[in-house]
């Protein structure tokens, strides 16, 4: 398994994680900013892959 792969994968269960919290807690802000911050690795990821 290549180290991107597992840092992609580790990354993901980060943000899960961080959006399970800030559900739980009820902080709209904290979620909005985790989502942005998760599109926005998502699509620094696709731009680095092409």
Known sequence: MPV???LGLLAGCGVIGAVTTAVA???RALLSAVASAA???A???EHGAR
């Open 25 to 27: 807690g009820g902080g």
């Open 39 to 41: 599109v926005r690795a």
């Open 43 to 45: 699509a620094d990821t």
């Open 4 to 6: 991107s792969d597992v």
